[in-house]
């Protein structure tokens, strides 16, 4: 286990975050529709999440236990950050949503990693939204178009982008509720 969270907290966090995004895109949906068409192809947003993402990697590179490659630790830390450096200097195209999906990966590590060895049997609702995130997260960094397209068929409706964020929003409730009660 790389992470000592447990599930609970995980959902909480997780629950919590994601209540906070559907509200404020329900909040402000016209702001919020704007700011989702122009972010798959946002330069500052990208160069952040790319920051972020290639940090977390570094850092799992340099703490997490390697067994017998343990002694390329230095070189492992060393490729995580000449990856993000080289993703910024020539993979410009889409770089938001491609570090969007990095992090998406290493998130669903440390949801995958608090569902470990539980016997309940709710966790299987952590552990298959889990899974959404690690098929969404290897779409956007194989496929980020496929982003750009997804936004514009949510938000070519103002019914549908609302339907969707409400169903986000309940999805957000039900985590902070399995989080609190259950977990």
Not at 39 to 59: D, H, K, M, N, Y
Not at 125 to 140: D, N, P, T
């Amino acid at each position: 286990m790389i992470y000592s969270f447990p599930l609970s907290q995980v959902a909480v966090w997780l629950g919590f975050g994601s209540f906070l995004i559907h509200a404020g895109c329900l909040w402000n949906y016209e702001q919020a529709v704007s700011w989702w068409r122009t972010f798959p192809r946002s330069e500052l947003i990208g160069g952040v999440l790319l920051v972020l993402a290639t940090a977390w990697a570094a850092w799992l590179a340099g703490t997490m236990n390697l067994m017998e490659y343990t002694r390329f630790r230095p070189l492992f830390v060393l490729a995580a950050v000449a990856l993000g450096v080289t993703s910024w200097l020539y993979v410009r195209e889409f770089i938001a949503v491609r570090a969007l999906g990095v992090l998406l990966l290493l998130g669903a590590n440390i949801l995958l990693d608090a569902c470990f060895l539980r016997e309940d049997k709710l966790r299987l609702i952590a552990v298959g939204y889990a899974y959404v995130l690690i098929v969404k997260g290897m779409c956007m960094v194989g496929a980020p178009y496929l982003l750009r397209d997804a936004i514009e068929w949510a938000f070519a409706s103002p019914f549908r982008g609302k339907l969707l964020l409400l169903f986000g929003l309940a999805f957000a409730l039900v985590l902070l509720g399995l989080g609190v009660f259950v977990y």
